[in-house]
């Protein structure tokens, strides 16, 4: 119990420390774009079509096998009813690390780069659950609601049949 207590504390703590850049609207604080630039509105969800948020690493496996079947769903749905975008946990001192990664595995949905355990606060807080791994994914609806979440490989017409069922 005094463990989780203290966790708490050190979470909110981290958290109210940081420098929140982002809008109401956006599940995760403190994320600079592949450029080092704070990222503002461009995280937001519930901007009225579908989103699948990515987090992921640059030493993930399994993330480097999903890029190219997560780019396809993005670049299939992006200007209709869905789009993707990754959060990269690298931190913010390896931008240039994670945009080579980007052009090296011809990432097309935009990628954001926090730092791990901010992002893992952000995580917590949004849904009472602790980030346990790369990559986990997450699905808002056009409102902006979190309607799942899942972990590892991922079946995108899963996502399809998914949005298919709860439009």
Known sequence: MLRTILRTIVLVAAFSASQVW???????????D???????????VGIGKWQVIMIWATDCH??????PKLSAFHDK????????YGI?????????????YMIDHKVSFPTYIGDINLIAVNFEINNQTPLTGT????????AGELMAIDYGMLDVSAIE??????S
């Open 135 to 142: 990559p986990t994914y997450m699905l808002f609806n056009p």
């Open 88 to 100: 990269a946990l690298d931190g913010p001192d390896n931008v240039a690390a994670v945009k080579q």
């Open 62 to 67: 399994i993330c480097a096998e999903m890029k």
């Open 161 to 166: 049949r998914f949005m298919d069922r709860n």
């Open 77 to 84: 749905h992006k200007d209709g009813r869905a789009e993707v």
């Open 22 to 32: 982002a809008s109401d609207k956006a599940p995760f604080r403190d994320l600079v």
């Open 34 to 44: 592949i450029e080092g630039q704070p990222v503002t509105t461009e995280a937001d």
